[in-house]
C-alpha cells in the first residue's frame, strides 16, 4: 500500500518548506559546523548509504548533508521499471528526522519529473521508467505516489549558500543564458513556471560547459568565492571547471563527496583537497 511511502514523501516536503536555514529558495547555513556535499545520486543505495552513515546526523548536530538529484536511474524492477523512487522516499523520511541538517537542491531531472518531459539517461526516457515502475508496485495508487514524489522534489531549494563563501547547487546558468538569469527567483519561493524552459530554474538545472567569464560574473553577483556544482557526468568522480569551480559526481562506483569546515575559508586548492572517494567509507 502507498500509505508510508506518501507519508514520508509529504513530512520531507513539509521538512524542506520549514528548514529554518532557508531563505526563499536558498539555504544559507551557518558559519560552523561541517558539511558533506554529494553530487549527483541517480538512485545508487549503496553511495546513498554510506554518506548518510558518515554524516551521523544524529550524533553530530552541527553537521549537514547535502544531497541531490536522487531519482532516475540505480536498480530496475524485472521490468525495466527505474526503482529510485526507493532512495528518494528514504531520503525524504531522513529529512523528517533532521528537518535542520539535511538539505536537497534541485535538479535538471527533479524539473523534468515536475514538468514532465522527457529526460535521457544511459539510452532511457527516466521518466516513463520511472512512472512505470510505480505502476507495477502501487497500481491503481501509482498516480497518488508520483504527485507526493513531484511534490517532495518542487519543495527542494534551488542552492546551498556558506557563510564561507562557498555555493552549492545542481548547476548554474549556460554561457548563452546569462543575461536572461532571474538572480531575484533565490529569494522568493518557486512556481512551477520557473522550471519550465526557458525560465530561471530551468536554467540553473541545465547548464552546461561554463566559461570562466560566467562563473566570475555568477560568483559575483551571487557574492560568493567558489562553487560546487552536479550535473556533468564525471567517470573519476570530480573535476576542476574553472578556477573557482569543481563538479562531483556520485553516482557510481567511483563517485566523490565533498567535506568542508564550515568556519574555514577555503581557497579552489583547499577545496580540491576536501574532496574524496565514497569508495573510502565504510
Known amino acids: 500500500m502507498p500509505q508510508k511511502i506518501i507519508a514520508s514523501l509529504t513530512a520531507g516536503k513539509h521538512a524542506n518548506l520549514s528548514d529554518k536555514f532557508r531563505r526563499g529558495s536558498l539555504v544559507e547555513l551557518p558559519a560552523q559546523g561541517r558539511l558533506i556535499i554529494s553530487g549527483d545520486i541517480h538512485g545508487h543505495r549503496r553511495n546513498f548509504e554510506k554518506l548518510v552513515k558518515y554524516a551521523d546526523l544524529a550524533a553530530n548536530p552541527d553537521r549537514h548533508l547535502i544531497l541531490q538529484e536522487i531519482i532516475h536511474g540505480g536498480p530496475q524492477d524485472d521490468a525495466g521499471g527505474c526503482k529510485s523512487y526507493e532512495v ?4 525524504a523520511e531522513l529529512k523528517g528526522q533532521f528537518p535542520h541538517q539535511l538539505h536537497f537542491v534541485l535538479g535538471n531531472h527533479d524539473t523534468a519529473f515536475i514538468a514532465n518531459t522527457e529526460v535521457m539517461k544511459n539510452g532511457k526516457e527516466m521518466n516513463s521508467a520511472l512512472n512505470m515502475a510505480l505502476a507495477k508496485r502501487y497500481e491503481n495508487h501509482a498516480a497518488d505516489v508520483a504527485s507526493a514524489i513531484e511534490q517532495f522534489v518542487f519543495s527542494q531549494p534551488l542552492a546551498v549558500k556558506c557563510q564561507n563563501r562557498i555555493w552549492i547547487s545542481h548547476s548554474l546558468p549556460a554561457d548563452r543564458f546569462l543575461e536572461q538569469f532571474d ?14 524552459r526557458p525560465n530561471s530554474a530551468y536554467l540553473l538545472t541545465w547548464g552546461r560547459g561554463h566559461s570562466q567569464q560566467t562563473l566570475k560574473t555568477m560568483a559575483e553577483k551571487l557574492d560568493v568565492d567558489l562553487f560546487v556544482l552536479g550535473h556533468q557526468m564525471q567517470e573519476s568522480g570530480w573535476i576542476q571547471a574553472g578556477d573557482n569551480t569543481i563538479i562531483i559526481i556520485s553516482e557510481h562506483n567511483h563517485g566523490c563527496f565533498v567535506e568542508i569546515d ?4 577555503y581557497t579552489i586548492d583547499a577545496l580540491i583537497k576536501a574532496v574524496r572517494p565514497i569508495a573510502g567509507l565504510e
Do not use: H, N, S
Not at 88 to 91: R, V, W
Not at 262 to 265: D, E, P, R, S, V
Open 88 to 91: 528518494l522516499a528514504e531520503a
Open 262 to 265: 564550515l568556519a574555514a575559508k
Open 183 to 196: 538572480f531575484t527567483i533565490f529569494g522568493r519561493p518557486l512556481k512551477v513556471y520557473d522550471i519550465v
